[in-house]
Structures are given as structure tokens and as C-alpha cells.
């Protein structure tokens, strides 16, 4: 199985700020990779797939790139709305489909 | 407007059984691949099982093995999760999402129905 591994867990930032979130997994994937956003008590949102492809209605701020294990998803300048926690998603090489453990994007 | 809603779940107790249900609507259900995705309270998200458009294919997560059947119904735009010998670590709320085309990720998902398995 391939596992996901998101740094860091959890990130404090204002408004404005740049963020990025980082997923490595445990063999390359081939950018057969999804990042979701999840909101309290919602369900999960596709930001991005195939790494860097953003899901239509995503806002142009965020953004992804990578190759082989290495990920990541930025987020150019954070609005209120973006708070929430954000997870990457492998489906390379499958099953099992398998999930980060999650990175909690938090105000500061 | 695609939509996915689920049902059936409630409480359970340990050993108990359990069929989950999720209704589709806005799109030819019959064209997807569909899954079940399940979040512990608290906790990240679990892929559980997918099957195939015409079902011929299902895969299953290592600890539903054997416990779990997923299913479809194509004429009734329907997913279903039957899920037996339930364990206190099945506890989750359960979601049904849409794969995207040809890809194993999800651009549509279910509102989640909660699953608690608990004497």
C-alpha cells in the first residue's frame, strides 16, 4: 500500500498569507494525486487532481504542483473562507485508494 | 445539479448489521465508477470500497474485507454498503462520492451518513 504523508499537521496564518502544504508518499505516484478541502461537518471539496489540475469553480489561488513522491499545494494569499483542513489523496496505484493524514489550516 | 444522499445509518450494536444507501441524481449514474469513504469522529478520511460501472469490479479496503459489500443499481441510481459484523472502529460517518472520469478521485460527494456502533 501506498501511504501519505502531509507536513505539517496543523498551520497557523493570517489573511493575505502564502501557505503551502506538502504531501510525500511512501513510492512516486506519477501525479495520479488529488488535494480536497474539508470544512466542519462537510463533506470534502476537490481542490485539484492529476497534481496540478484545478477542479472547475476552484478559486485560481490555489495551486498545486510536484512529481514523482513529492507534492505540494499552495494556497497564493489566504482568505477567510479557506480555513478548514485539507487533505491529499493518491489513486496511482490502487486498491487501496489512500488519503494523507491531514494538514488543519488555522487563523492566527 | 449533481446529487448524492445517503441513508441508513443509526446505531448498532457490536456484531450487528447495517445497509447503507446513497441516491443519485444529475448525472448517468450508470457511466461511474462509485465509493464509499468513511471518516472516524475526530479523524481522516478512510476510502472503504468502489465498484465498477456495471459492478463487475469491487474493491475493498483490507479491514472490511469480508464484512462489507458494496453494490449498485444502475436502473435505480442507487449505491448501497451492506456492511455485517460491525465493529466499534466501523464507527464513521460514511460517504458516497462520484469518481472523476477515468481517475479514482472524487468530484462529487454525499452529505455523509453516521454510522456508531456501540453496545
Known amino acids: 500500500d501506498i501511504q501519505m504523508t502531509q507536513s505539517p499537521s496543523s498551520l497557523s496564518a493570517s489573511v493575505g498569507d502564502r501557505v503551502t502544504i506538502t504531501c510525500r508518499a511512501s513510492q512516486g505516484i506519477s501525479n495520479s494525486l488529488a488535494w480536497y478541502q474539508q470544512k466542519p461537518g462537510k463533506a470534502p471539496k476537490l481542490l485539484l487532481y492529476?497534481?496540478?489540475r484545478l477542479e472547475s469553480g476552484v478559486p485560481s489561488r490555489f495551486s498545486g504542483s510536484g512529481s514523482g513522491t513529492d507534492y505540494t499545494l499552495t494556497i497564493s494569499s489566504l482568505q477567510p473562507e479557506d480555513f478548514a483542513t485539507y487533505y491529499c489523496q493518491q489513486y496511482y496505484s490502487t486498491p487501496p485508494i489512500t488519503f494523507g493524514q491531514g494538514t488543519r489550516l488555522e487563523i492566527k | 445539479e449533481v446529487q448524492l444522499v445517503e441513508s441508513g445509518g443509526g446505531l448498532v450494536q457490536p456484531g450487528g448489521s447495517l445497509r447503507l444507501s446513497c441516491a443519485a441524481s444529475?448525472?448517468?449514474?450508470?457511466?461511474?465508477?462509485m465509493s464509499w469513504v468513511r471518516q472516524a469522529p475526530g479523524k481522516g478520511l478512510e476510502w472503504v470500497a468502489n465498484?465498477?460501472?456495471?459492478?463487475?469490479?469491487?474493491y475493498y479496503v483490507d479491514s472490511v474485507k469480508g464484512r462489507f459489500t458494496i453494490s449498485r443499481d444502475n436502473a435505480k441510481n442507487s449505491l448501497y454498503l451492506q456492511m455485517n459484523s460491525l465493529r466499534a472502529e466501523d464507527t464513521a460517518v460514511y460517504y458516497c462520492?462520484?469518481?472523476?472520469?477515468?481517475?479514482?478521485?472524487?468530484?462529487?460527494w454525499g452529505q455523509g451518513t453516521l454510522v456508531t456502533v456501540s453496545s
Open positions: 462520492a462520484r469518481d472523476l472520469g477515468s481517475t479514482s478521485c472524487y468530484d462529487y
Open positions: 444529475g448525472f448517468t449514474f450508470s457511466s461511474y465508477w
Open positions: 465498484i465498477k460501472q456495471d459492478g463487475s469490479e469491487k
Open positions: 492529476a497534481a496540478s
